[in-house]
C-alpha cells in the first residue's frame, strides 16, 4: 500500500518562497507518476503540478513560472517549491500519486492521496 505523508506548509507572507515534501513510502518512486493538488477553502480541489515516471511535468495554468516539482529517488520523497506566494495560493496542498501510466490532471485517476498539508499566505 502505498503512503504519503506531506510537510512543510505553514504560515507564511506574500513574496515568500516555500518547499513542501512528500515521503512516499511502499513503492519506489520510479514506479508512480506523482503530483500535487490544492485546495483552496470553498473550491473544488484542482491540479497544480506533476511530474511521470521518465521525469516530465505537467503544470496547470497558473503554475507554470512559479510551482516546481522534483523528486529525489534516493529518498523516495517529492517536493514542490513555491515561489512568490500570493495569498490566493492560500489552500490546502495534497501530495497525489498515480499507478496509472498517464493520470493527467484528473483527480480521480491518482489513486493515492496525502492527509495535506495547509500553506496560508498573509498579505
Known amino acids: 500500500q502505498v503512503q504519503l505523508v506531506e510537510s512543510g506548509g505553514g504560515l507564511v507572507r506574500a513574496g515568500d518562497s516555500l518547499r513542501l515534501s512528500c515521503a512516499v513510502s511502499g513503492r519506489a518512486l520510479r514506479f508512480l507518476v506523482m503530483g500535487w493538488f490544492r485546495q483552496i477553502s470553498g473550491k473544488e480541489r484542482e491540479f497544480v503540478v506533476s511530474?511521470?515516471?521518465?521525469?516530465?511535468?505537467t503544470s496547470a495554468d497558473f503554475a507554470k513560472g512559479r510551482f516546481t516539482i522534483s523528486k529525489d529517488y534516493s529518498k523516495n520523497t517529492v517536493y514542490l517549491e513555491v515561489n512568490s506566494l500570493k495569498p490566493e495560493d492560500t489552500a490546502r496542498y495534497y501530495c497525489?500519486?498515480?499507478?496509472?501510466?498517464?493520470?493527467?490532471?484528473?483527480?480521480?485517476?491518482?489513486?493515492?492521496w496525502g492527509q495535506g498539508t495547509q500553506v496560508t499566505v498573509s498579505s
Open positions: 497525489v500519486a498515480s499507478s496509472v501510466f498517464y493520470p493527467g490532471i484528473t483527480s480521480r485517476y491518482y489513486n493515492y
Open positions: 511530474i511521470d515516471r521518465t521525469g516530465g511535468t
